[in-house]
């Protein structure tokens, strides 16, 4: 099955700790993202990556860390630098070509206690 | 800069009514347009899509018209299911910004017997 896989499901983090969310991809997609999600709001970005070895801030990058060393793996780290990290996190993916579908993983809905 | 409108919410209606959810947008040049649809707790999967003016995207049901003269690509449904019941976004890709998607603040429909 082809697809976006992201885990954990659920994360509890105490204030002061880094985490990181796991993203993985077997579409062989070029592109991938990183959105959050507020309750009762619409997704903004906070990081992409359009090829390995590369990415770029999206409008909500403070406090947040990406690795890309994998065209398949796009983990983020949300750091104790990040205010108010509880949301939902969303990674997508596209194939690249102008116009293609971004395709979402299942997500990641973090609290920090 | 690129955006996108979303008609205010939430929605609700009963079963086998018409459903129209209104989307307008500004970009530079003609983009894709995407309805994605987001149940509750899980991640966006894409409703459908439209690549170029007057284009018809459809979908269970689901129709959305690309029209460049109102800059709209509002989401129909002739007679929806409680099974409809969900959030519903409009998004548009910054081609010049690796793809990335502007979102609309999202639509949750809720859908009576």
């Known amino acids: 099955d082809g697809g976006i896989t992201q885990s954990p499901k659920y994360l509890f983090r105490k204030e002061g700790q880094n985490v990181t969310l796991s993203c993985e991809q077997n579409l062989n997609h070029d592109a991938m993202y990183w959105y959050r999600q507020d309750p009762g709001q619409g997704l903004r970005l906070i990081y992409y990556?359009?090829?390995?070895?590369?990415?770029q801030k999206g409008d909500i990058a403070e406090g947040y860390s990406v690795s890309r060393e994998k065209k398949e793996s796009f983990p983020l780290t949300v750091t104790s630098a990040q205010k108010n990290p509880t949301a939902f996190y969303l990674c997508?993916?596209?194939?690249?070509?102008?116009?293609?579908?971004?395709?979402f993983g299942p997500g990641t809905r973090l609290t920090v206690l | 800069g690129d955006s996108v409108t979303q008609m205010e919410g939430p929605v609700t209606l009963s079963e086998e009514a018409f459903l129209t959810i209104n989307c307008t947008y500004t970009a530079t040049g003609y983009p894709s347009l995407f309805w994605y649809v987001q149940y509750p707790g899980e991640g966006l999967q894409l409703l459908l899509k439209?690549?170029?003016?007057?284009d018809k995207g459809s979908n269970k049901g689901f129709e959305a018209t690309y029209r460049k003269e109102t800059t709209s690509f509002h989401l129909e449904k002739g007679s929806v299911q409680v099974s409809d019941s969900a959030v519903y976004f409009c998004a548009l890709p910054k081609e010049t910004s690796g793809s990335r998607l502007t979102f609309g603040e999202g639509t949750q429909l809720t859908v009576n017997p």
């Open positions: 439209a690549t170029k003016a007057d």
């Open positions: 997508a993916s596209r194939s690249g070509r102008a116009g293609d579908t971004q395709y």
């Open positions: 990556s359009q090829i390995v070895n590369d990415f």
